[in-house]
């Protein structure tokens, strides 16, 4: 701002009429001017000019285009040519806007067509069909297609069709393909890169829910990713039909970008269905792996040829760089049908798979497999606790192959030298063709299974005829096994039950299933008293329409610890619990328990399934025991529902969906009392938390929500509520990798008021989504060492209410996407939208709408206490687009980072500044439209001991400013002398750098 001082000039004429001209004279020239005196305001339009000053210091004006509002645009095959284009899209598509396409699209004019801008695609279930006719088997002739380049990073295309049309995704990021259609039929299609192409350094590529058919395009690929990172393939179909080549197929051939150690990594590969040609072939192989830390989970093979396998060669590309292939992938809970085959290069791990035959070549991990055909192990891999039906040849030097059923031959080969063949079960001796430096005792031969009787009772029935369960018959099928409190488990031993309680059974306190696909219902109604539900071992078994409830009056017994469900771990096991009503209402510890704490209320340690289920606890908050080395180290005395496993090698998954979650941990024991609603450690990765109402009752305690420890976790469509006094959280990540926060409503509320818990400074405070990554222990930030990677928040409404809040807050870590968000705190001290200590996030498209009092207050939270929409510090190469933010103080508030970019945000605060850099190097802060409370555009920026920073280009951009003079006296009479005063502007203010000069009147053209 300019200080006012005015510069008066007095004047004596003698006026001859009422018109008068005046000219402004700064030079000691003489010149005509126009005076104006109006005083409204400069008005902005979508075109400004913009001022800059060159490196030489020639001024230059360069016009640009304001960030125009997102339009919607209805295509059809008559005007799809006046936005698509072989060049890109012209000036009548912009950032943000959406196509709706209104009918088929069909061109056969051999036009590639190019999507280079930002914009959202939705088909409507119409076709665009291009009629692609692939060249080269090299991939440099592609025919016409379909591209998206890296100017459509953070697209999304949903419910369209590809109809014998390449789609190609190069050299970009976070698009998203859903509900999409590809179908490529009796067309020489996807020659050298497949008919859908994610690659070219292209990453974070989702497809999703769609299908792929492809029939008979001689012998090319279908989905391909080619130097691809970070993607993720889920719930689609994939199918060949014909002479195709490989269906799902990470490579590094035909690729344009140089490959890197990190090539065709860090990809998801899961819950998808990949259906093969009825007749194998030597050109198609259903998934085919390369790069390293790719997860290929749960997918459904139906294919008798080559059905999983890792790419065979090494690649050197021209800069003479050798491509790790296939190196660290894990390929877990695959079921390969039609007796396919899982071949394996090299150091990778297969485990919890069902597959027909399975070969391995070398520093491969396979455990808890079901082989249902032969097995091949060469050198150097590990091969135990799995099942083969068929036989069993080793060969090469140095494999474990312990502990596993092994029910045909098995055959020491005759180059096979110093393998280790033992503990495990075989039904003939072992062919050791080797010689004795191969260890082949001790082994247990054993009868084949399929000849075995179960020692206890095997019913076999159609699951639609029940047992009726009664007081006077439960014996006849149960096993009642009674501790030293006269307390009994009812446990069946065996498969195949199918059991309904027609009535409660006294003096029980479990019951348990000991065997696969079984069954227990109840009769509504009846309600089991202080009864827990639990398997011991076996797999698909399911508890469903029951009702249980736990009351004071609980009972120790030896059979299980006091909670409503308990799974016990096992490599394969799996439990379901579908509409169970639980009511737990016991609000304090029970001295009878205490070996069993820490205990889960419902405890979880194989693979489970709860669905459709009211819970409601009451329960109370404990001390963590914080004491190094402690076994219980990190745990309190009770968790309500505790998902964890004691063998940390072994891989579960928990899916909770469509549950009514009510957690009230009101009470209180110790110090700083702490409550994890839903605690997940590993190894239960790749869990699934959907479409749950989770309501959290606080207390004055530290409470968690949902609290996973573990990986590869989907958190999404859930409305989570935790109130309290001191501490509420709604989703804490702690050192997590590939997880992803969707579309959750989550609402924490604290105490607004400042508080000291124990005579610390503790202010009330809550955090609805963080981040923790516990290899970062404070000061510079090493991306290097990170443990917290590749995290997804994404579509969520957060709400706070707190007297220190955090919408969302990370601790560490690197390469988190926060993208999509909608945050509101409406009333707070401070108010922190999205703050983060880490390295490469992208935050992305956020809606923030902030009320903090306070600019900054006292807290114990590393990140501190601010009210500002976003906040970095200590990390590098962070980018930040296309939020908007309304904040009382701070928009952005960077300390100490490195290499950011800040571009394409709208920033409103009522504040002296929108965005404060603090000892920030080499940062980029473009392209935002910013407004402060007096300040905006450029000058709304405020950096403090910066270095190497571009601040430009932000709008709106100050007036142009020029020189006028006002007169300042306006009344005269004719005839008379008069003093007239008048003053000299530069815009709106006062000029103040005029020292001298000349003001000549002219009246009727006299000087």
């Not at 076709?127 to 998206?148: A, K, P, Q, R, V």
């Not at 085959?341 to 035959?357: H, V």
């Not at 989550?746 to 400074?761: C, M, N, Q, R």
């Amino acid at each position: 701002m300019f200080n006012r001082k005015y510069l008066i000039v007095f004047l004596a004429l003698l006026f001859a009429c009422m018109s008068v001209a005046v000219a402004a004279d700064v030079d000691d020239s003489t010149a005509d001017a126009t005076v104006t005196t109006d005083d409204a305001p400069m008005s902005i339009s979508n075109v400004q000019e913009q001022t800059t000053a060159s490196e030489d210091n020639i001024i230059t004006k360069e016009t640009r285009n304001l960030k125009q509002d997102s339009t919607t645009i209805q295509v059809n095959n008559d005007n799809f040519d006046t936005y698509f284009k072989s060049t890109g899209f012209g000036s009548n598509v912009n950032d943000g806007d959406s196509f709706l396409f209104t009918g088929n699209v069909s061109r056969y004019n051999n036009t590639t067509y190019l999507v280079n801008k930002q914009v959202n695609i939705d088909g409507d279930n119409h076709t665009i069909t291009l009629n692609t006719t692939s060249g080269s088997y090299f991939g440099n002739e592609t025919g016409s297609s379909f591209i998206f380049d890296n100017g459509s990073a953070g697209s999304t295309v949903s419910n369209i069709n590809f109809y014998n049309t390449q789609v190609i995704v190069r050299n970009t990021t976070n698009i998203i393909f859903d509900n999409i259609d590809q179908t490529v039929s009796n067309q020489r299609i996807g020659q050298g890169i497949g008919t859908f192409s994610i690659r070219d350094a292209s990453s974070y590529i989702t497809v999703e829910n769609s299908a792929f058919s492809t029939t008979n395009n001689n012998g090319s690929s279908t989905l391909v990713l080619a130097d691809a990172q970070h993607c993720t393939i889920d719930n689609n179909t994939i199918t060949g039909v014909g002479d195709v080549g490989n269906l799902l197929y990470l490579t590094t051939y035909n690729i344009a970008t140089n490959l890197t150690v990190d090539s065709n990594s860090y990809n998801l590969i899961q819950y998808n269905t990949i259906n093969g040609p009825s007749t194998t072939s030597a050109i198609c192989w259903a998934v085919v792996l390369s790069g390293h830390n790719n997860t290929l989970f749960n997918n459904t093979i139906n294919y008798a040829g080559t059905a999983i396998t890792t790419q065979a060669l090494n690649v050197v590309d021209e800069n003479n760089y050798q491509q790790q292939i296939s190196v660290n992938n894990t390929i877990n809970k695959n079921t390969v049908n039609n007796g396919g085959n899982l071949i394996c290069i090299a150091n990778n791990t297969i485990e919890n798979n069902t597959i027909g035959k399975i070969t391995l070549y070398s520093n491969a991990i396979a455990r808890y497999n079901q082989v249902n055909g032969n097995a091949v192990i060469n050198g150097y891999n590990n091969f135990t606790q799995n099942n083969v039906t068929g036989t069993t040849s080793i060969s090469g030097k140095y494999s474990n192959v312990t502990y596993n059923n092994l029910l045909g031959q098995v055959t020491i080969k005759l180059t096979a030298k110093n393998n280790n063949v033992t503990n495990n079960n075989i039904t003939t001796a072992i062919d050791n063709k080797g010689g004795n430096t191969n260890i082949i005792n001790p082994n247990n031969i054993i009868t084949p299974l399929s000849s075995l009787e179960n020692s206890k009772q095997n019913i076999k029935r159609d699951s639609s005829e029940p047992i009726v369960i009664t007081r006077s018959n439960y014996a006849s099928y149960f096993t009642e096994e009674e501790d030293l409190n006269g307390k009994s488990a009812l446990v069946y031993y065996g498969n195949n039950g199918n059991f309904y309680f027609n009535e409660t059974i006294p003096n029980i306190r479990v019951i348990a299933f000991y065997g696969d696909n079984n069954i227990v219902t109840a009769k509504p109604g009846i309600t089991f008293t202080n009864v827990g539900l639990v398997t011991y071992m076996g797999k698909n078994n399911l508890f469903a329409n029951m009702s249980v409830r736990f009351l004071t009056s609980i009972t120790a017994s030896e059979y299980a610890s006091p909670g409503a469900f308990y799974v016990q771990e096992t490599y394969d096991g799996s439990t379901t619990f579908d509409n169970i009503t639980v009511d737990y209402n016991i609000p304090t510890l029970i001295g009878a328990y205490e070996e069993w704490y820490p205990v889960g209320i419902i405890e979880i340690k194989s693979d489970s399934t709860i669905k459709n289920c009211n819970i409601n606890i009451n329960t109370v908050s404990t001390t963590v025991d914080w004491e190094p080395g402690s076994d219980t180290y990190g745990l309190n005395k009770i968790i309500p529902i505790s998902i964890y496993g004691d063998v940390i090698d072994s891989i579960h998954q928990i899916n909770m969906t469509n549950n009514n979650i009510t957690i009230n941990a009101n009470n209180s024991i110790g110090s700083y009392p702490t409550t994890y609603g839903i605690n997940i450690k590993a190894p239960f990765n790749n869990s699934r938390i959907i479409g749950n109402n989770i309501t959290m009752y606080a207390g004055e305690g530290w409470s968690y929500a949902i609290h996973p420890l573990s990986s590869g976790n989907l958190i999404e469509d859930n409305v989570i509520t935790v109130s309290g006094i001191n501490y509420t959280a709604g989703v804490g990540l702690e050192n997590p990798k590939n997880n992803t926060v969707n579309n959750n409503t989550i609402i924490v509320k604290s105490s607004l008021d400042e508080h000291a818990y124990g005579g610390s400074s503790n202010e009330y405070c809550a955090y609805a989504i963080f981040i923790n990554d516990y290899s970062y222990m404070g000061g510079v930030l090493n991306p290097d060492t990170a443990v917290a990677v590749d995290n997804v928040i994404s579509n969520n409404h957060i709400t706070g209410y707190a007297y220190n809040t955090y919408a969302f807050e990370q601790f560490g870590g690197k390469n988190t996407l926060i993208i999509n968000n909608t945050i509101e705190i409406p009333s707070s001290n401070t108010a922190m939208a999205i703050g983060a200590l880490a390295c490469n996030i992208s935050i992305i498209n956020n809606n923030i709408s902030l009320n903090g009092s306070s600019i900054t207050g006292s807290t114990v939270d590393y990140l501190g206490a601010m009210t500002t929409g976003i906040f970095l510090g200590r990390g590098m190469n962070n980018t930040v687009t296309g939020n908007v933010i309304n904040s009382t103080k701070y928009g952005m508030f960077l300390s100490s980072e490195n290499n950011d970019v800040i571009q394409d945000n709208n920033v409103t605060t009522d504040f002296n500044c929108t965005i404060k850099l603090y000892g920030v190097r080499k940062t980029n802060v473009t392209n935002n439209y910013l407004i402060s409370q007096e300040l905006i555009g450029d000058a709304s920026v405020d950096d403090y001991n910066g270095n190497d920073n571009v601040i430009q280009l932000n709008q709106p951009a100050e007036p142009v400013k020029e020189y006028s003079l006002k007169v300042d006296t306006t009344e005269f009479t004719q005839g008379t002398n008069a003093t007239i005063t008048a003053t000299i502007y530069y815009g709106d203010d006062v000029a103040t750098d005029i020292s001298n000069g000349k003001v000549t009147f002219k009246v009727n053209g006299k000087t």
